[in-house]
């Protein structure tokens, strides 16, 4: 439990972030700012602030995927349906409960408004933010879903909890990409589950090596965290994960039309990236596997219908297959996309290197 006015660093923190540019994309950080670092301003009303968390940690070590080249990698938290969809009906029953028990009225939310849900939980006691900047939990480790319940109902506030990362830098050191400039500061522009998910563009080709089989978030710096070794007693929140979201393979996925991908990814998470940006993760991954059986999958999507996938498709076969990309050389006669014709002259340039 905390006040709306119990985060006052945070405003100033947002602006920094967004000054920086490091929110990349996400306009709608920069959209909302005023609402969102000052919890008064989105509901003038709210007295208390109600913060709860789920723990989602998977049975097995996520970071074992990552040696298994030809298969996807979709973060835990998306393996399974849509956590906004489970989580929110929860909420909206404990808020029942409290206009019941003590009056007044509620908002709930989960990811549905302008809210910092991280450092309100750190002020309501649940954790603190780590140096991978998500919460933590002594008892809950780093595997969190938060959710926000506002309500005009006078509630008294818990203590907040202190930091207790130490020394420890596990989660910065692990990062494919060198996403945290700083503990305690992202760089959402060098994130890979912001480049997978967020990102609508061409992913930039410095970083692409590095993003290895993830094709859809990233649970690095979340697998690290020495906390997770005391969220045992807390599985009983778990969400349960598709078996055919735990690693799914390549190749496969990157035959997916859009009825098939809507199909596969329903009620979850991951259908709202959109079959284009999806399979441009997954071409990443293919041009990442080192696996040359691979190369036909690159091959066959250089005349997708979306530019995206066609540049990803570009530099993929030129990873696993460069005769292959020259023999192919013609397609990029007819390309009208500007960023798919440099796609083939950055792939041509590289072949001449090796």
Known sequence: MTRPDSIPLAAGRLREFLAGGAHGDMAWLAAHAERRGAPRVLWPEARSIVMLGVNYGPQDDPLALLGARTRGGISVYARGDDYHELIKPRLKLLGRWLIDNGGGDVKVFVDTAPVMEKPLAAAAGLGWQGKHTNLV????????????????????????EDDHCGQCRACLDICPTAAFPAPYRLDARRCISYLTIEHKGHIPR??????????????????????????????????????ALRAPPLGGLARLDDAAFRALFAKSAVKRVGRARFVRNVLIAIGNSGEPSLAAEAE????????????????????LDPGGLQRCAGRSAGEADPEVVAEWTAARAETRRR
Not at 138 to 158: E, H, N
Not at 300 to 319: E, F, Q
């Open 206 to 243: 410095a970083l692409r090596p590095l993003m290895g089989n993830r094709i859809y978030g990233c649970d690095d710096c979340l697998a690290v965290c020495p906390w997770n070794k005391f969220a045992v007693a807390g599985r009983e929140a778990k969400l349960a994960a598709r078996d």
């Open 137 to 160: 939990s002594r008892r809950r480790g780093s595997w969190l879903f938060l959710g926000a319940i506002f309500t005009t109902v006078d509630l008294p506030p818990d203590a907040p």
């Open 300 to 319: 066959r999507l250089l005349d997708d219908p979306a530019p995206l996938v066609r540049g990803a498709a570009v530099w993929a076969l030129g990873r």
